[in-house]
């Protein structure tokens, strides 16, 4: 067929934009329809927004707090949009992250004493190795016999929250009354980004962030730049093409799966060194699954889960001073999650609404 | 005069990247088949489907009438007398003939289905238009070609008066396609108009009144197949005189390239679907495997190319066992596959033209160095490929998706043989392509035998068979049951040793034996 001149080639930053439509009209109508809900339910929405902001963004310290929290979902966001690419839904991302988490608590104690950088780097390849080794049990299974990576990743995730659980309230268990491990010993954290950077208003975010958001760019470097992250995409956008291309469609697999683990571990591992410096049972409020809407928002692509995890850690940061100033409870925050999700995940709704208007724009002008 | 039934008018459609319709116009009178005749790709399906209101014009109008009329949904058009019959058919297999053609205008006695009279209903009008069809059948059992008289039968029962058939014969038999042609006739002699859309140069010539030629999103001619042949109408499809046979020089046999000894290869069923097979291709020879469908060729095939395993016996590839080797390891060893089912096993539709151009060779220099991608020579070579193997693309970057059917196996072609393989092995390279993509494939594999390298072409085709092949194995039941030289056997002996030399099933003089057999597993 021939080319249109005009549209020769559409540039890359024109395709950048078409890919950000989605996302950024999702989390508009969301915004839109919760405000709607907030409403009904006798609230005012824009004392809400503000407060929210003002709680994500308002300040250095604030601002500090939501990168704080986007921190472990960069990682299971990133964990689970790799394994989504390699066509994969790697559904226990919260059980790898106990294991990086239990493996930082061991760690952190086993090697206090030594100098901290070395600690630093020690603990990451650890948790990573550890949650890549939880991941790879299941990734055996579905690559040898076929069994679902959702069943067989969601059952290790049980195992895995039930022996931390195990290991909080006996072996590893502090002195004192509460089950939880040890605190760990300074040169086993992470340091404050405004302890490194002088010129930060202090906040409680941590080197931690850096890291992830370094291994997004990685990640992203992966997969376009290297035969194996090639490989994954090719599996998992048409496992039969790729097997007739000469690439092992199981070996492909399970190393995806590892990445993905390890990726999770990662999260783990910066909950505990940065954040609590010690495992307990509840240390993850669940960034395993929150990751899933993380990827899904970034349409699993590894840079865009940088703002998908920002935007997600806002509105946990920004939901406290929603409720303490505008007296809105901070459910409501749940209600928008759930509503980005829905809106992310059924794109075509907005696909749709975007082509209604895109097709009135065109008989309009017929 | 009477205005026409339908007429397009200057209708212009773009989508990223191309012009798929340029002033596109067209009239449908009372009573006429219009074949719409072109190439892959040449803009056929998406003035129909702007017609039936899947796609929305940029420009131009459509009149019914002499109306002019904005259709803007295949419901819209349905209550304009337009029906559209597709490729892929709409049907829910699970439930009867009569459920399918009523579905979503059930008639209702108090907010009941009155299958009674549903039934009725399809009885009158498939005995009106000669449509014979069990209305109680469950629409999975039926062959397809029975499916697609559902298909028909349900837009008659939605009042068309114009029914477009979307490439209609692709998926027959060439019995089922001759009774397509008398229903069509039929329903013409019953007052209906139909829109052919075909890019087979024989059927336009048997079933057309009148036939519009499309070229690159144009309408570059209009003719009554009394007033041409098949050759004039496939220069005016392609736009240049068309080879349907390419010429050929005898063949000069070299080293043995493939050897393969008393191969047993099991389905997926685990029952022997290869039974002991022996030959070998040697080097500057195109050896082809004929043979009706389900014979055993896809199985010994992906033998062949490490897809599956080999039960018993060797197989050797300029000397070098390769009986127990993976994919890649056939492919480092010097073969190539061009896969029969190329949106399957030949390309990634989702990948951009370059990392279909590497798969396979992605961890090989130029391509790939320590496992990082060299995007630059990539680049470079893709473009190389698309010029060479004649990819008619917007650019590089686009997904192999939004090619067209013959550039997409253009492309699978530019980068198995830009490997410059040893062997070749080609299965069914020219299905489902328009005359000019075949000529080009044809050519292409006599090129590769002409450089001296071994070729093994599977096909179905006996006019494929007989053009490109210096010795023709035929290949029953999993066994190769005899062997000819080129131009020894004429397409009734082929026939009837591909049907187990049984006669019976032979279909003299037409040729049309194997396709018709193939037929039988639906």
């Excluded at chain 1, 409870?329 to 975007?354: H, N």
């Excluded at chain 2, 009178?29 to 892959?40: D, K, R, S, W, Y």
């Excluded at chain 2, 020219?430 to 070729?455: P, S, Y």
Aim: net charge negative.
């Amino acid at each position: 067929m021939p080319e249109l001149t005009s549209e020769k080639h559409p540039g890359r930053v024109a395709a950048v934009l078409r890919e950000l439509l989605v996302p950024v009209v999702s989390v508009a109508i969301a915004v839109i329809i919760g405000s709607i809900i907030m409403l009904i339910a006798g609230f005012d929405p824009i004392a809400a927004y503000s407060a929210m902001l003002k709680g994500a963004f308002g300040g250095g310290r604030q601002i500090g707090e939501t990168l704080l929290r986007s921190t472990p979902l960069i990682f299971t966001g990133l964990a689970v949009a790799y394994g989504f690419r390699a066509g994969l839904f790697n559904i226990g991302a919260e059980g790898q992250l106990f294991m990086g988490g239990l493996s930082a608590a061991f760690l952190g104690i086993a090697l206090a004493g030594l100098p901290q950088p070395l600690n630093i780097v020690i603990m990451i390849v650890g948790g990573a190795a550890i949650g890549a080794a939880w991941a790879f049990i299941p990734a055996l299974l579905k690559a040898k016999v076929g069994a679902h990576e959702v069943i067989t990743t969601m059952m290790f995730s049980y195992i895995a929250r039930y022996l931390v659980s195990w290991l909080v309230t006996g072996p590893l268990k502090a002195e004192g009354q509460i089950p939880q491990t040890e605190r760990l010993p300074v040169e086993s954290t992470l340091p404050k980004l405004h302890e490194m950077f002088a010129f930060l208003v202090p906040s409680r975010v941590h080197l931690g962030f850096i890291v992830a958001v370094l291994i997004a760019m990685v990640v992203w470097w992966v997969l376009k730049y290297t035969a194996l992250g090639y490989e994954s995409r090719a599996v998992g956008l048409n496992p039969w093409a790729s097997e007739t291309g000469g690439i092992s469609v199981s070996a492909t697999t399970i190393k995806a799966l590892c990445i993905s683990g390890a990726l999770a571990g990662l999260a783990g591992v910066t909950e505990v060194m940065g954040v609590h410096f010690r495992l307990f049972d509840q240390f993850s409020a669940g960034f395993g699954f929150t990751g899933i809407a993380v990827a899904l928002l970034a349409k699993n692509n590894p840079i865009g889960v940088i703002p998908a995890a920002i935007l997600f850690g806002a509105l946990s940061a920004g939901g406290g001073t929603m409720q303490l100033e505008a007296d809105v409870p901070q459910k409501v925050i749940l209600i928008i999650q759930a509503l980005i999700i829905f809106l992310v995940a059924a794109e075509q709704i907005s696909r749709w609404i975007l082509g209604q208007t895109v097709r009135r724009g065109v008989e309009d002008a017929g | 005069m009477a205005p026409p039934l339908v007429e397009v008018r200057e209708v212009t459609k773009t989508f990223p990247g191309v012009l798929a319709n340029d002033r596109v116009s067209l009239s449908l009178n009372a009573g006429e088949i219009v074949a719409l005749l072109g190439e892959n790709g040449a803009g056929k399906s998406t003035l129909m489907n702007v017609v039936y209101g899947l796609l929305t014009a940029d420009k131009g109008e459509i009149r019914v009438e002499g109306e002019t009329v904005h259709i803007r949904s295949p419901r819209q058009a349905i209550d304009l007398g337009i029906g559209m019959v597709h490729q892929h058919f709409m049907l829910v297999e699970p439930l009867t003939v009569t459920e399918n053609i009523v579905l979503g205008i059930e008639p209702t006695h108090a907010g009941v289905i009155d299958f009674k009279k549903a039934r009725e209903d399809v009885r009158e009008i498939s005995r009106r238009y000669g449509l014979a069809v069990d209305p109680d059948a469950v629409v999975r059992d039926l062959p397809v070609g029975m499916q697609q008289r559902v298909e028909i039968l349900k837009a008659l029962y939605r009042g068309a008066r114009v029914l477009i058939l979307d490439e209609p014969t692709a998926v027959l038999t060439p019995q089922e396609v001759r009774e397509l042609f008398g229903v069509v006739r039929t329903l013409v002699d019953e007052g209906l108009s139909v829109v052919f859309i075909t890019h087979k140069l024989e059927e336009v010539m048997s079933v057309a009144d009148r036939v519009v030629v499309m070229r690159d999103g144009r309408v570059v001619g209009e003719i009554r197949p009394k007033d041409t042949d098949t050759a004039g109408l496939a220069r005016m499809m392609v736009g240049r005189d068309v080879v349907f046979r390419v010429e050929k020089t005898p063949s000069t046999c070299g080293d043995t390239i493939l050897e393969m000894t008393d191969i047993r290869v099991l389905d997926e069923r685990h029952l022997e679907a290869v039974k002991g097979v022996s030959f070998t291709v040697c080097a500057g020879e195109v050896v082809a495997l004929a043979g009706v469908s389900g014979n055993g060729q896809t199985e010994l095939i992906e033998a062949i190319t490490g897809l599956r395993k080999v039960e018993s016996g060797t197989m050797l590839l300029k000397g070098i066992d390769i009986t127990r080797s993976a994919a890649h390891e056939t492919i480092e060893a010097g073969l190539s596959h061009v896969p029969e089912d190329r949106h399957r096993r030949g390309l990634v539709l989702d990948f951009d033209l370059m990392e279909n151009v590497i798969l396979g060779d992605h961890r090989q220099a130029p391509f790939a160095k320590h496992g990082i991608l060299n995007f630059s020579a990539i680049t470079e070579v893709t473009r190389k490929r698309i010029e060479d193997y004649d990819v008619r693309t917007p650019s590089e970057r686009v997904h192999a998706g939004t090619l067209s059917g013959g550039n997409q196996q253009k492309l699978v072609l530019a980068r198995e043989l830009g490997r410059d393989p040893e062997l070749l092995v080609a299965a069914q390279p020219t299905r489902g392509l328009d005359v000019g993509a075949i000529e080009f494939v044809h050519k292409q594999i006599l090129a590769e035998r002409d450089r001296g390298k071994a070729v093994l072409l599977v096909s179905l085709e006996l006019e494929e068979v007989q053009s490109l092949a210096d010795r023709i194995l035929i290949i029953f039941e999993g066994k190769i049951v005899k062997e000819f030289m080129s131009g020894e056997a004429s397409d009734e002996e082929l026939g009837y040793f591909m049907t187990g030399g049984g006669g019976d099933k032979l279909n003299a003089g037409t040729g049309e034996v194997i396709v018709s057999d193939a037929g039988t597993d639906v």
